[in-house]
């Protein structure tokens, strides 16, 4: 069973900035392509940002340049550094990643994991 427990998030104002963090636990044999999701009221969910194993990079037009997307493969982390924060950020963030894991080598399986959310709030 692998488990993603975001922290980081919080009330900022406009122009601030906020560092939020993703690790995973569980019997992790290795973790694929990693993202932030996001989700405000009225809206669906929308991807922010990824990270494939590969180091490649996306971000969503609307965050370009203010966002940065960085993984420490070996803390099983991956992070999301947003600067410039308009009150349009305000969301919930979820973490996203594609990860191997099972309780033996020979079984793994890969599977798609979600983590509980964090709450950004950016004030005008």
């Known amino acids: 069973q692998v488990q993603l427990v975001e922290s980081g998030g919080g009330l900022v104002q406009a122009g601030g900035s906020l560092r939020l963090s993703c690790a995973a636990s569980?019997?992790?044999?290795?973790?694929?392509?990693m993202g932030w999701y996001r989700q405000a009221p009225g809206n669906s969910r929308e991807l922010v940002a990824s990270?494939?194993?590969?180091?490649?990079?996306n971000y969503a037009d609307s965050v370009k340049g203010r966002f940065t997307i960085s993984r420490d493969n070996a803390k099983n982390t991956v992070y999301l550094q947003m600067n410039s924060l308009k009150p349009e950020d305000t969301a919930v963030y979820y973490c996203?990643?594609?990860?191997?894991?099972?309780?033996?080598?020979?079984?793994?399986?890969?599977?798609?994991?979600w983590g509980q959310g964090t709450q950004v709030s950016v004030s005008s």
């Open positions: 569980g019997r992790i044999f290795g973790i694929n392509a």
């Open positions: 996203n990643a594609a990860i191997s894991s099972g309780r033996y080598y020979w079984s793994r399986q890969e599977g798609n994991y």
């Open positions: 990270t494939t194993n590969g180091g490649t990079t």
